[in-house]
């Protein structure tokens, strides 16, 4: 087994199963051991306690996780005993979304030099009572972040390829570019419409 399976992502829904989260298989697991979850079965909505479902044995070409005695299926499915809230609707700004947000790419240019030559720029600088947000930052290349300085792109005679705006994404799977099937008997066919980040 390779340290990719512990790293696959799981639905989390909430008592009421409402998804509410995705997390990595490791952390799917160490939820239902501590009792905190049950896993549920996307085929019959059966659910399982960990004594129940550390009992199963991983079908034919099944995913498991091996244990020391024994191999753990991969639940793709948890549902939380104790949990009803749901997640916030909007998009963190953070350095990783906003690469997300503008593709990796320099939204003065349009070149894609890799995360190291990117910078985060500020429309309006800071200099001048801009602030960081997602409809004042966007990516640039170091090369013309350097042109434009401390202006604004009008004042540099640059002109922005795209307007910067909040995301639209659900960042619920914001994390994960894995589409698993059995999600689709949880989630609304616009959840799978969303762009999943690699």
């Given at each position: 087994?390779?340290?990719?399976?512990?790293?696959?992502?799981?639905?989390?829904?909430?008592?009421?199963?409402?998804?509410?989260?995705?997390?990595?298989?490791?952390?799917?697991?160490?939820?239902?051991?501590?009792?905190?979850?049950?896993?549920?079965?996307?085929?019959?909505?059966?659910?399982?306690?960990?004594?129940?479902?550390?009992?199963?044995?991983?079908?034919?070409?099944?995913?498991?996780?091996?244990?020391?005695?024994?191999?753990?299926?991969?639940?793709?499915?948890?549902?939380?005993?104790?949990?009803?809230?749901?997640?916030?609707?909007?998009?963190?700004?953070?350095r990783r979304n906003l690469f997300k947000r503008d593709h990796h790419t320099c939204?003065?240019?349009?070149?894609?030099?890799?995360?190291?030559?990117?910078?985060?720029?500020?429309?309006?600088?800071?200099?001048?009572?801009?602030?960081?947000?997602?409809?004042?930052?966007?990516?640039?290349?170091?090369?013309?972040?350097?042109?434009?300085?401390d202006r604004t792109p009008e004042q540099a005679g640059m002109r922005l390829r795209r307007a910067p705006v909040r995301p639209k994404w659900k960042p619920?799977?914001?994390?994960?570019?894995?589409?698993?099937?059995?999600?689709?008997?949880?989630?609304?066919?616009?959840?799978?419409?969303?762009?999943?980040?690699?």
């Amino acid at each position: 087994m390779s340290t990719g399976v512990i790293r696959r992502p799981t639905l989390v829904l909430n008592r009421n199963w409402q998804p509410i989260r995705v997390a990595t298989v490791a952390r799917a697991i160490t939820l239902v051991y501590g009792g905190t979850a049950q896993v549920v079965d996307p085929e019959d909505f059966r659910t399982y306690t960990w004594a129940d479902w550390s009992a199963l044995r991983p079908r034919e070409g099944e995913l498991f996780v091996q244990a020391v005695r024994s191999r753990i299926r991969v639940p793709e499915v948890i549902a939380l005993n104790d949990y009803d809230r749901l997640p916030s609707a909007t998009v963190a700004f953070t350095r990783r979304n906003l690469f997300k947000r503008d593709h990796h790419t320099c939204q003065y240019c349009g070149a894609q030099p890799g995360p190291d030559q990117l910078t985060i720029d500020h429309v309006v600088p800071r200099s001048l009572g801009g602030v960081s947000s997602w409809t004042n930052c966007v990516l640039a290349c170091v090369a013309c972040n350097k042109r434009k300085a401390d202006r604004t792109p009008e004042q540099a005679g640059m002109r922005l390829r795209r307007a910067p705006v909040r995301p639209k994404w659900k960042p619920l799977y914001a994390t994960h570019g894995v589409r698993i099937e059995s999600w689709s008997r949880f989630l609304s066919e616009a959840y799978w419409n969303v762009e999943l980040e690699a």
